[in-house]
């Protein structure tokens, strides 16, 4: 079974801090993505990589940036931490034109 | 651009009753089609899919047929369980595009009673 694992299931961070949600799979997919989920929005992108270090803006990149040092790892990285960011932010891989897999999911608050 | 819509919830059937939830897409191109469904607590899992006109997708009692003719890819259950309490979500991916993330509808809450 294909494992994307999320390195929190629940952060409470700051306004203003720095922040870090990490993710790993374990299947050598090339893809990895990074939505936030919220009520009566469903999951909006923020950003998908295709590669090592490639990374494209989804639909709601601002406030954002990612890191993809390494295939299995996609960090999601909040510079400043503000609090309409509070959200469920959800990860997942896949294969070229794959059906993607999540992990189970981070849920961020900021206050 | 592309879309899904879907049908907006909360749905609330009784056990054993028969669910339907919509959902319609615009996409140019020939998209690929899945379901998703959450559990609480839970990210979200593949639950079908469907990748040309006429294909059936089918898992755990649960069907969905790709209707270009109507853009539709509606979730069909004959008879569900409290188990299939949980957030079900449509969505496309364009297969020109490789790699392209999913683009979801909103998400609909099935609520099953006993």
């Known amino acids: 079974d294909v494992k994307v694992t999320q390195s929190s299931r629940y952060l409470v961070k700051r306004t203003g801090e720095k922040v870090f949600l990490e993710c790993v799979q374990d299947m050598d997919h090339e893809n990895m993505f990074w939505y936030r989920q919220d009520p009566g929005l469903g999951l909006r992108l923020i950003y998908f990589s295709y590669d090592v270090k490639m990374k494209e803006k989804g639909d709601i990149p601002e406030g954002y940036s990612v890191s993809r040092e390494k295939k299995e790892r996609f960090s999601l990285i909040l510079e400043s931490a503000s609090t309409n960011q509070t959200s469920m932010y959800l990860c997942a891989s896949s294969f070229p034109g794959g059906s993607k897999d999540f992990g189970a999911g981070t849920r961020l608050s900021v206050l | 651009g592309n879309s899904v819509t879907q049908m907006e919830g909360p749905v609330t059937l009784s056990e054993e009753a028969f669910l339907t939830i919509n959902c319609t897409y615009t996409?140019?191109?020939?998209?690929?089609l899945f379901w998703y469904v959450q559990y609480p607590g839970e990210g979200l899992q593949l639950l079908l899919k469907a990748t040309k006109a006429d294909d059936k997708g089918s898992n755990k009692g649960f069907e969905a047929t790709y209707r270009k003719e109507t853009t539709s890819f509606h979730l069909e259950k004959g008879s569900v369980q409290v188990s299939d309490s949980a957030v079900y979500f449509c969505?496309?991916?364009?297969?020109?595009?490789?790699?392209?993330?999913?683009?979801f509808g909103k998400g609909t809450t099935l609520s099953v009673s006993s």
């Open positions: 996409a140019t191109g020939y998209p690929s």
């Open positions: 969505a496309l991916s364009d297969v020109n595009q490789a790699g392209t993330a999913l683009i």
